[in-house]
Every structure is written in structure tokens, then in C-alpha cells.
Nanobody
Framework: QLQLVESGGGLVQPGGSLRLSCVAS????????VAWFRQAPGKQREGISC????????YFAQSLVARFTISRDNAANTIYLQMDSLVPDDTAVYHC?????????????????WGLGTQVTVSS
């Protein structure tokens, strides 16, 4: 029974970087596609990027391609989101989510295992 726990969030100044971690437990994450989403107060949840079980990366938000990078380390049962050149509009709760399939999908409803999220605040 796969569970996901995010960590690595916090307060960072504009222009700074953070690396978020999504640690899986209860099962191997090897066969899952895993995505990162974010939700700011008063806004809809936004998909960021997904990594397939075969390590193929897809972006849901093309505007973030230059600054956000998803990766996975199956030996550590962990998926990462490297966030660079952060701006205040990046402030949100960041969630990882998994679906038991090889390939990514943009449909949020397909992801049926979710972490509780980690808060990222970008402010000077």
C-alpha cells in the first residue's frame, strides 16, 4: 500500500533554490508514474511535471520547464523536484502523487496516491 511523504519545503528568498523530496513507503515506487502538483491559496491545483516509471519526463506547465526539474531515484524510493530561480508566485503547497502505470497522464483524477504536501514560501 504505497504512501508518499513530501519534505524539503520552507522559506526561501526570491532567486533561491529548493529541492523537494517525495519519499515512498509501503511498496516500491518503481512501477508508478509520479507527478508534482502545487496549490496556492485561492487558486486551482496546478500540475507541474511528471516522471514515468521508465524515467521519461513530461511537463504539465511549459512555463516551468526552465526552472523546475523532476527526477527519481528508485534505489531510494524517492522522487525529487529541483526548484531554481524561485519567485513569490511559486509560493504554494507542493504535493507529489502517483499512479500505478508506466506512462504519465495530465489527468489529475488518475493519480490516486497523494502526499499531504509541503509548504514552499518565496519571500524576502
Amino acid at each position: 500500500q504505497l504512501q508518499l511523504v513530501e519534505s524539503g519545503g520552507g522559506l526561501v528568498q526570491p532567486g533561491g533554490s529548493l529541492r523537494l523530496s517525495c519519499v515512498a513507503s509501503g511498496s516500491s515506487v518503481d512501477s508508478y508514474a509520479v507527478a508534482w502538483f502545487r496549490q496556492a491559496p485561492g487558486k486551482q491545483r496546478e500540475g507541474i511535471s511528471c516522471i514515468s516509471a521508465t524515467n521519461v519526463v513530461s511537463y504539465f506547465a511549459q512555463s516551468l520547464v526552465a526552472r523546475f526539474t523532476i527526477s527519481r531515484d528508485n534505489a531510494a524510493n524517492t522522487i525529487y523536484l529541483q526548484m531554481d530561480s524561485l519567485v513569490p508566485d511559486d509560493t504554494a503547497v507542493y504535493h507529489c502523487a502517483a499512479v500505478y502505470r508506466t506512462w504519465c497522464t495530465q489527468h489529475r483524477a488518475a493519480y490516486d496516491v497523494w502526499g499531504l504536501g509541503t509548504q514552499v514560501t518565496v519571500s524576502s
